[in-house]
């Protein structure tokens, strides 16, 4: 089975696809998902790109890998589908948000509303093999998520680049900051929040940056499910 990018980024990332990495990208993949579990399923593998077009993109958040329990990952980063509980991170998240501009708690996880107001929810990598995080890393999905962000940065007009943590701050070399705003903090896991990213207050540091880029705000409150 071939990896197929959504219509809407083709044009950006056709350059991508004819490489020698995709093939054996793709060739990876179809066997993982012939001999194991793989998250997530394979038409929500690209649902980051689908949902928010290059056009779209004025917020970038980047995660690291899809999660790897049963039925969470659908190709948002930190999202998961309505019915399934947030993972820690996401609670973190959540708390965050309602500490620094006062969003009430949803009793869901799922970020899509947040893609379709033009965050491009992307994970470096796209794929996981079940119950094994970072079992896909080091296959390709990174060179392709590096042109994605590159692409992001490429555009005329502003962007927030939201990197938490130090496996996503080192993509900071591939954003353009003269151009560009990055906010960044420590990652939202469990491990970390408590040593800088509570207090942080990323959501009004991401609406006021699009403020200034003349850019209407994430309305980030999220409907209950």
Same mark, same amino acid.
């Given at each position: 089975? #071939?990896?197929?990018? /959504?219509? *809407?980024?083709?044009?950006?990332?056709?350059?991508? !696809? %004819?490489?020698?990495?995709?093939?054996? $990208?793709?060739?990876?993949?179809?066997?993982?998902?012939?001999e194991? #579990?793989?998250?997530? /399923?394979? *038409?929500?593998?690209?649902?980051?790109?689908?949902? !928010? %077009?290059?056009?779209?993109?004025?917020? $970038?958040?980047?995660?690291?890998d899809p999660?790897?329990?049963?039925?969470?990952?659908?190709?948002?980063c930190?999202?998961?589908?309505?019915?399934?509980?947030?993972?820690?991170?996401?609670?973190?998240?959540?708390?965050?948000?309602?500490?620094?501009?006062?969003?009430?708690?949803p009793?869901?996880?799922?970020?899509v509303?947040?893609?379709?107001?033009?965050?491009?929810l992307?994970?470096?990598?796209?794929?996981?093999?079940?119950?094994?995080?970072?079992?896909?890393?080091?296959?390709?999905?990174?060179?392709?998520?590096?042109?994605?962000?590159?692409?992001?940065?490429?555009?005329?007009?502003?962007?927030?680049?939201?990197?938490?943590?130090a496996?996503?701050?080192?993509?900071?070399?591939?954003?353009?900051e003269?151009?560009?705003?990055?906010?960044?903090?420590?990652?939202?896991?469990?491990?970390?929040?408590?040593?800088?990213?509570?207090?942080?207050?990323?959501?009004s540091q991401?609406?006021?940056?699009?403020?200034?880029?003349?850019?209407?705000?994430?309305?980030w409150?999220?409907?209950?499910?």
């Amino acid at each position: 089975m #071939t990896l197929t990018i /959504p219509e *809407n980024w083709q044009p950006h990332l056709a350059e991508q !696809t %004819s490489q020698p990495y995709w093939q054996e $990208l793709s060739a990876f993949v179809a066997a993982e998902r012939a001999e194991h #579990t793989v998250f997530p /399923p394979a *038409n929500d593998v690209f649902n980051a790109l689908r949902y !928010t %077009s290059l056009e779209q993109t004025n917020v $970038l958040l980047l995660g690291q890998d899809p999660y790897h329990d049963d039925g969470q990952a659908h190709g948002l980063c930190f999202s998961v589908r309505p019915g399934v509980k947030p993972p820690p991170s996401l609670r973190n998240i959540f708390k965050e948000l309602h500490s620094d501009i006062g969003c009430p708690i949803p009793n869901n996880g799922y970020l899509v509303p947040w893609a379709e107001q033009g965050i491009l929810l992307l994970n470096a990598v796209l794929t996981v093999r079940a119950h094994q995080p970072n079992s896909h890393k080091n296959k390709g999905w990174e060179r392709f998520t590096d042109a994605v962000i590159s692409q992001v940065n490429a555009k005329a007009d502003p962007v927030v680049f939201v990197l938490w943590g130090a496996y996503a701050q080192k993509k900071a070399s591939l954003i353009d900051e003269s151009r560009h705003t990055i906010v960044q903090s420590v990652h939202p896991s469990p491990l970390s929040a408590k040593h800088g990213f509570f207090g942080s207050r990323p959501f009004s540091q991401i609406n006021a940056a699009l403020a200034d880029a003349g850019k209407p705000p994430i309305a980030w409150e999220l409907p209950n499910l």
